[in-house]
């Protein structure tokens, strides 16, 4: 009679405020509290329809004097894969450069990320044609922070935000400190 005790108590539980016995004959739990109610200011789990405006271009600013405009956004977090990326091009293609924001092998859903407990990568990437122009990254081994927060993400779209002070140039390892230092992460279709 013992291994049914267990179930005696979810089932008190389930009988609001009628009182039920354990195998000694004893109340098990009676419950008489009232049902709780909502005043409807709770914030539900976030929906596709709460996807916010586009945040439109803008303007990323380096301290060694490179601007870049952004105004085209994609994402990828293929089903059954722990990575997931935003990217970010100009499609005026005034630059070749790619904005890149990723979680390599720990992304589980939507959520905060932080290097350097997750592999949260920024980089900035020249696509054909290359000009030579320098590549920069984050490198957490070098102290370098990023922090990206997906919002809300589902088969068709994600947003939310990324917080990364400055880069690195790849080549000379020289920090480079950026402007805005937050930037949206917001795909209105995710490649799965």
């Not at 081994?141 to 993400?153: E, L, R, T, Y």
Request: glycine content about 10%.
């Amino acid at each position: 009679m013992r291994k049914f005790g267990w179930l005696l108590s979810v089932v008190a539980i389930g009988c609001g405020d009628k009182e039920v016995t354990d195998e000694t004959g004893g109340a098990a739990v009676a419950d008489t509290s009232a049902p709780v109610e909502s005043d409807g200011d709770e914030e539900g789990p976030l929906l596709a329809s709460d996807m916010p405006e586009d945040p439109g271009g803008f303007t990323l600013t380096l301290s060694d004097g490179r601007s870049l405009n952004f105004d085209q956004s994609s994402c990828q977090h293929f089903r059954g894969s722990t990575n997931f990326r935003a990217f970010w091009r100009d499609s005026a293609r005034s630059h070749t450069y790619v904005l890149t924001m990723q979680i390599m092998q720990t992304f589980e859903g939507a959520g905060s990320y932080a290097s350097p407990e997750h592999r949260v990568e920024v980089k900035l990437l020249e696509e054909a044609p290359r000009t030579g122009a320098p590549t920069y990254w984050t490198d957490a081994s070098q102290g370098d922070s990023a922090s990206i927060n997906v919002a809300f993400i589902d088969e068709d779209v994600a947003w939310g935000e990324t917080t990364v002070p400055g880069m690195r140039d790849a080549e000379s390892g020289a920090a480079v400190s950026l402007s805005p230092g937050v930037l949206p992460v917001w795909c209105s279709d995710v490649e799965i």
